[in-house]
């Protein structure tokens, strides 16, 4: 089992930005794709931005497309995701998570493919 720690939330104003980041410690923790779902009350998980264990691929949901962007430090096992023109729909708790699968599996909102979750950074985007 892997362990996930996530940082970097907070309270921003539309069109802001944030940079979370995303702590990993485990064995082989860089050989797993790793990403972001978040949440909000009463919804799903959503499946944000996934980056493959080589940082050759990348996805992201339709609705944050142009605006985040992940990246990953093989070296500190460190995952980043950079969320400009933030709006307030963004708003919810954000999750780090590792899995061993493509990350087609992540923008599918598969969430159940993903074993290793952070505890969640709540990112608030309002005026």
């Known amino acids: 089992q892997l362990r996930l720690v996530e940082s970097g939330g907070g309270l921003v104003q539309p069109g802001g930005s944030l940079r979370l980041s995303c702590a990993a410690s485990?064995?082989?923790?860089?050989?797993?794709?790793r990403g972001w779902f978040r949440q909000v009350p009463g919804k799903n998980r959503e499946g944000v931005s996934c980056i493959s264990s080589d940082g050759a691929v990348t996805a992201y949901a339709d609705s944050v497309k142009g605006r985040f962007t992940i990246s990953r430090d093989n070296a500190d096992s460190t995952v980043y995701l950079q969320m400009n023109s933030l709006k307030p729909e963004d708003t919810g708790t954000y999750y780090c998570?590792?899995?061993?699968?493509?990350?087609?599996?992540?923008?599918?909102?598969?969430?159940?493919?993903?074993?290793?979750w952070g505890q969640g950074t709540q990112v608030t985007v309002s005026s």
């Open positions: 485990g064995f082989t923790v860089d050989y797993y794709a």
């Open positions: 998570v590792a899995g061993w699968v493509p990350c087609s599996a992540l923008v599918a909102n598969n969430v159940d493919d993903f074993d290793s």
